[in-house]
Structures are given as structure tokens and as C-alpha cells.
């Protein structure tokens, strides 16, 4: 009896002890794989002596060293700043000549690059490490899924409000804000065919156009389409990122009003009506009073009136103002 015991517990735990081997071991192999689809490396020999790449750097491709350091020598970091994106094989000709360039040798050699815009504290677009073996590694988004992005096709249901590329965090993505019927959506579609949607609503800011998520978040995020079209990110700190790679904008039309409203409205009597604030969180049953420089009055069924800012009101709500003012300067030139 106790011969048995022994025996099916040796069993189970060598078949534990199999099992956590073979789990060791797919993770070790798993570690340095990475799918090329989505972050291209290409690995060369440490000897770059002889090295050479058949690749030229092409003439209108510029390039400055942001920042430079060196561990005696152990080794040597360089950030660059990129014109554009380029392709692996100029990326390891560049790598090349930046190496080779200074005459002392290291043990490794780690080169960023950085595209236009992005700040030298985030993360890079692409590496070049000699460690010693040189990795070209593209982080973001390479030149090809870049233009296959641009090419989708684009869903006729939707009105685009804008499309923007996005390189940020090393995670690069197309971006789209998108009307459909009454509702506005912003989309992610990353390089690997990954996508996620979320519904915005459309406020007003003086510094742009501000579009807030309707299920907030404890940090507050929101985006913003600045007057140059592009595309900016913030949170309850402030604007911490801008997309300058603008693949579409839509600005809204604008109505020319020769005759200004008046800068006091007193409305006529107006019939009771559920305005709305742009999160559609805050509701009041009101009518209309008055427009006084950028305020709205409302009146509340007991008498007590309410004063709001019209970019707090829904864009109905500033609509059905809009209306009303026009029809008091039509009847009273």
C-alpha cells in the first residue's frame, strides 16, 4: 500500500517536474522572439570594420545628434533626430557611419532615432544597438505600414472629422474622429492590424476643438484639434502630446453672419425645454430668457434663474440659441 503511495506520487511529481521544464524552455526561446511584421530587426555582426551596407543614405534625408555620452570605454549612446522616416537598410547604413565615425572603439554602442516632433524624452521610433551584435529595431509605425494605413478604405457611413498618425509611445497608429448620425467615435488602428473604438463628445475650448470621452477616466483624458489641424492629447495636467502628421482634416463650416447678434438678447417667451451641458451628464428643465455676452440665462418652473456659459451647453442647445438670436436680428434689423 505505502509502495503505491510512493509510487503515483513520484509519478505526479515528475510529470509537475517534466512540465515546468518544457515551460522554461519555450519561455527562454520566446524571449528574443519577436515578430518582424510588427517590429522589424535585422541583426548584423560586431566586426563593422569591414562591415558595410548596400544601402546609400539618400540625399535629402538630414539627420542632427541630439545628445551624445560615453561610459569610458564600455559604451558610447547617441540620440539622433530623424527628417523622416526611412527603411532598415538605411537605418543600418546610418548606424554604420555614426559608429564608425568615432575613432575610439566600445563594447556597445546604442543609438535612438527620433522622428520630427517627438520629444527626446519619449520613447524612440527606432534603435540601432551594437550590443555588440547590431539590432535594427523599428518601434513605431515603418514607411510601409504608414502608407497601408493611409490606403484603407474609408466606411462612406462615417463622416470624417479628421485622420492623424500617431508615433507616440512607440505604438504607432492611425487615429480617426468620425461622426455617425448624431455620435462621435475616435478610432485607433495600429501597424498590426489591431483596433480599438470609443465615443467622444465635441466641446468647445479657445484652444481648439476639444473632444472629451463620455466614460471618463480618473486622469481626466481628452483631445484636441488645434487651428493648425493637428491633433493633440491632455489629461487634467495639460497638453502632453501633438500629432503633426495629418492624413485628413475636415475643419467645420463656419456661417458668415454679415450683421453680428446682438451683443444683449431678451427673448421672446419661449416654451419649456431640456437643455443638456456637452457631457449630457447635467440636465435642467428651462426656457430661454436671455444672451448676454457668451452667458445664457435660463429660468427654472419655480422662477429662479440660471446662468451658464454657452460652451457648456450641448451643441443642440447652442444651435436652438443660435436660431433664436437669428430670428430677434431678422425682425429687428
Not at 125 to 146: C, D, M, S, Y
Not at 150 to 171: A, C, F, M, Q, Y
Request: net charge neutral; charged share 25%; proline share 5%.
Amino acid at each position: 500500500m505505502n509502495s503505491k503511495v510512493f509510487n503515483s506520487r513520484n509519478l505526479r511529481s515528475l510529470f509537475v517536474f517534466a512540465w515546468l521544464v518544457v515551460a522554461i524552455v519555450v519561455f527562454i526561446a520566446g524571449c528574443d522572439a519577436t515578430d518582424p511584421s510588427i517590429n522589424p530587426t535585422v541583426e548584423l555582426p560586431s566586426d563593422t570594420t569591414s562591415l558595410h551596407s548596400t544601402a546609400k543614405i539618400p540625399d535629402d534625408l538630414t539627420y542632427t545628434i541630439v545628445d551624445h555620452g560615453t561610459l569610458h570605454r564600455i559604451k558610447r549612446s547617441i540620440q539622433v533626430r530623424l527628417s523622416r522616416k526611412v527603411s532598415e537598410e538605411v537605418l543600418t547604413a546610418l548606424a554604420l557611419k555614426l559608429k564608425n565615425a568615432d575613432p575610439v572603439t566600445y563594447e556597445r554602442t546604442f543609438i535612438g532615432y527620433h522622428l520630427p516632433g517627438m520629444p527626446t524624452d519619449d520613447v524612440y521610433w527606432a534603435t540601432t544597438h551594437f550590443n555588440p551584435i547590431l539590432k535594427v529595431r523599428i518601434l513605431g509605425l515603418t514607411v510601409e505600414q504608414e502608407e497601408a494605413l493611409r490606403k484603407l478604405p474609408v466606411d462612406s457611413t462615417r463622416k470624417i472629422i479628421g485622420s492623424w498618425i500617431n508615433e507616440r509611445l512607440g505604438s504607432g497608429s492611425k487615429v480617426t474622429i468620425f461622426q455617425k448620425g448624431p455620435r462621435i467615435f475616435i478610432e485607433h488602428i495600429y501597424g498590426d492590424g489591431s483596433s480599438g473604438i470609443k465615443e467622444v463628445v465635441e466641446t468647445r475650448s479657445q484652444n481648439g476643438r476639444r473632444f472629451d470621452f463620455t466614460k471618463k477616466n480618473d486622469f481626466g483624458d481628452y483631445y484636441l484639434i488645434n487651428s493648425r489641424g493637428e491633433l493633440q492629447q491632455g489629461d487634467q495636467d495639460g497638453l502632453f502630446w501633438t500629432m503633426t502628421t495629418i492624413v485628413e482634416y475636415n475643419p467645420p463650416r463656419i456661417e458668415i453672419i454679415k450683421s453680428p447678434i446682438p451683443a444683449n438678447v431678451d427673448f421672446d417667451p419661449q416654451p419649456r425645454r431640456t437643455f443638456t451641458d456637452v457631457s449630457g451628464e447635467f440636465k435642467i428643465e428651462a426656457t430661454l430668457v436671455r444672451f448676454v455676452d457668451k452667458t445664457v440665462t435660463l429660468q427654472t418652473d419655480d422662477g429662479n434663474e440660471v446662468n451658464l456659459a454657452i460652451d457648456q451647453l450641448s451643441m443642440d442647445d447652442r444651435n436652438y440659441i443660435r436660431g433664436e438670436a437669428k430670428k430677434i436680428r431678422e425682425t429687428n434689423p
